[in-house]
């Protein structure tokens, strides 16, 4: 036992596993918390861009009902279409005070637009607001683009981007709602009334939600209604041009991801046709989720260091009661053997202090069974058939436990059961106090235990056939002939493609009884025929029993106890088929000599 390798490997095991358990638990919460606080951002943004257009929303419905009322005011309309009104007499002067009384009384003394006009076809207008003027435009306004589309509209809403006042002697920039109207119901529109609303009015709207990013507006043609600047287009308007271009026909709302990486809130009016858009960029939007991943990460470090500490001590808390008992068995000798102080385990584990406590018994028990086999040497014979059968059973059980591992690894639970039951009826019929001879019955039955291991691991890829005459069953023959002999198929003779055959019979002669095992592979290879033989001609079990190593002991050992029980009379052969795989043959007389 290399000092400090369980330990080491108690400390990965344990560090792996638990790093394991961490890794999945934080990148679980990590990638949902992630996806929480990128979609809140998204939705923030979002809220963004819905708010500015609720608020314009509202800003122009206002405007729209302004012209409503006015539009409505029968007088009203009866003096903008009187001609006295635009003369320089004293009539004019009653006309236009009658107008700005009725005006007043309709809108009151403070409205939200900066300028109202009013226009006739012919070029006669009415402006109030900031300045008040009742003239004739030197231009015909009919020949005017936006008059022309007040007219198209048909008295709906028609809406400008931004732009100077031309007729206003500030030259502020504003943006116009029109609509266009007619002296009476039925008749022709002819007229076109606008309400101008500064600039800078939008701006302080904007600017008072607390917004911090930027914000954009444009209408259904793409014009920019904010920010608006009168040196034409600039390449950041140009980006976001390009955006809106993609999106101004997707839903009313949502999130759109530009080419240059910049998350982008859009809202799409249906009201007044203003597309609002918000971006930010995709590494600000990011900004909670990196600040959240930096904090994960350095309490996953904590804790990975923490879980390597934790498992330090606890390998070590384990280790240490282990190399204790590693020590007891290593100075285990025949000085040490009769020594029975208990020696207590340091660590607090029930299970290695029974573990320990089954060892000082081991030492008990194994002192007196050296008594014991120091008393019994008494039958020469006995104690080499005894010696040779000891041999076998850590060869069986070292395959055996081999198997019932493998079966482990595959976990299959009704294997194992089946696995379980037939080893503990092999270990019952190995441990057994009967003698070195039993019937053929009991032996093909612990044959058959075995091969009903070997069954569960290959399944459909091995079978065997056993076929024992009745009259054969009683005869008895030495203990552990007939199972060797097909492990040795198991283990040797299935080097080939499967499935794999094992068969076992048997036969009365003249002489006695015969056992044949064959199996279905490659057969023994010439060279290792030669060596057995050679062995078996130049052995002797009558002066001395040879030490024989786990992996060549099973056909030597059968060989050696059939010749130390019957002698001469003894049928041990060695052959292989003719047709593949090869077949060995053992027998004696019905009764040993």
């Known amino acids: 036992m290399k000092k400090g390798k369980l330990h080491i490997r108690l400390l990965i095991y344990y560090g792996c596993l638990i790093t394991a358990i961490i890794f999945v638990i934080f990148f679980s919460f990590y990638f949902y918390v992630a996806g929480s606080l990128e979609e809140r951002s998204a939705q923030a943004l979002n809220v963004i861009s819905t708010t500015v257009s609720a608020r314009l929303d509202d800003t122009v419905k206002q405007l729209s009902k302004d012209t409503t009322r006015l539009l409505y005011s029968e007088k009203l309309k009866s003096l903008f279409y009187s001609d006295k009104l635009y003369s320089q007499s004293m009539d004019s002067l009653s006309a236009q005070r009658d107008f700005n009384n009725t005006f007043y009384e309709i809108m009151g ?9 009013i226009f006739r076809e012919d070029g006669h207008y009415i402006s109030i607001g900031n300045y008040t003027a009742f003239d004739r435009a030197e231009t015909p306004v009919k020949d005017s683009e936006w008059f022309r589309q007040a007219l198209e ?3 709906s809403l028609f809406l400008t981007p931004p732009h100077l006042n031309d007729w206003s002697y500030y030259h502020r920039p504003v943006f116009s709602l029109y609509r266009s109207f007619s002296p009476r119901f039925g008749k022709k529109n002819n007229a076109v009334i606008e309400i101008q609303y500064d600039y800078s009015a939008l701006e302080d709207l904007i600017n008072n939600m607390n917004i911090s990013q930027q914000v954009y507006i444009l209408d259904k043609n793409g014009n920019f209604f904010y920010p608006w600047e009168d040196n034409g287009q600039t390449p950041l308007k140009e980006q976001i041009f390009s955006c809106w271009q993609e999106i101004h026909t997707l839903d009313s709302t949502g999130i759109f991801t530009s080419r240059e990486k910049n998350i982008i809130s859009y809202t799409n009016s249906g009201y007044t046709g203003l597309t609002v858009l918000v971006p930010e960029s995709e590494y600000v939007l990011s900004e909670p989720v990196r600040s959240f991943r930096n904090n994960l990460i350095f309490i996953g470090l904590t804790a990975f260091l923490a879980t390597l500490l934790v498992s330090y001590f606890i390998a070590h808390k384990v280790t240490v009661p282990v190399r204790q008992l590693y020590t007891s068995v290593q100075n285990l000798n025949l000085d040490t053997l009769g020594s029975h102080l208990e020696e207590p385990l340091s660590g607090g584990w029930d299970e290695l202090e029974l573990l320990n406590s089954s060892f000082l018994e081991m030492k008990s028990r194994l002192e007196q069974s050296l008594e014991e086999a120091i008393s019994s040497k008494s039958h020469e014979l006995q104690a080499r058939l005894l010696a040779l059968q000891s041999q076998m059973n850590p060869h069986f059980l070292y ?3 081999t198997t019932i591992s493998i079966m482990s690894e595959n976990a299959g639970c009704t294997d194992i059961t089946d696995a379980c039951n037939s080893l503990s009826s092999m270990l019952r019929y190995i441990s057994g106090d009967e003698p070195g001879l039993v019937t053929i019955r009991e032996e093909i039955m612990h044959t058959q235990d075995f091969l009903n291991l070997i069954k569960i691991r290959y399944r459909e890829n091995i079978h065997y056939d056993i076929h024992i ?19 040795n198929c198991v283990k040797y003779a299935m080097n080939g493609p499967a499935p794999w055959g094992i068969a076992i019979s048997g036969r009365l002669t003249d002489a006695g009884w015969e056992i044949f095992v064959q199996d279905n592979g490659k057969g023994f290879p010439k060279e290792k025929l030669e060596e057995l033989y050679n062995t078996f001609t130049r052995l002797n079990p009558q002066k001395e029993i040879p030490n024989l190593k786990l992996n060549g002991m099973g056909l030597i050992n059968i060989f050696i106890r059939l010749k130390l029980i019957y002698g001469e009379a003894a049928v041990f052969s060695i052959k292989n088929m003719e047709n593949g795989g090869a077949c060995v043959t053992i027998g004696g007389p019905l009764s040993p000599g």
């Not at 003394?109 to 300028?115: E, G, L, R, V």
């Not at 009745?470 to 002999?485: A, D, H």
Request: aromatic share 2%; glycine share 2%; hydrophobic share 40%.
């Open 109 to 117: 003394p403070q409205f939200p637009a900066s300028q109202i006009n």
């Open 153 to 155: 509209a048909q008295g």
């Open 469 to 487: 005459p009745k009259e054969l069953l009683q005869i008895s023959i030495p203990k552990m002939v007939v199972e060797p002999l097909a492990e």
């Open 399 to 401: 395959n055996t436990l």
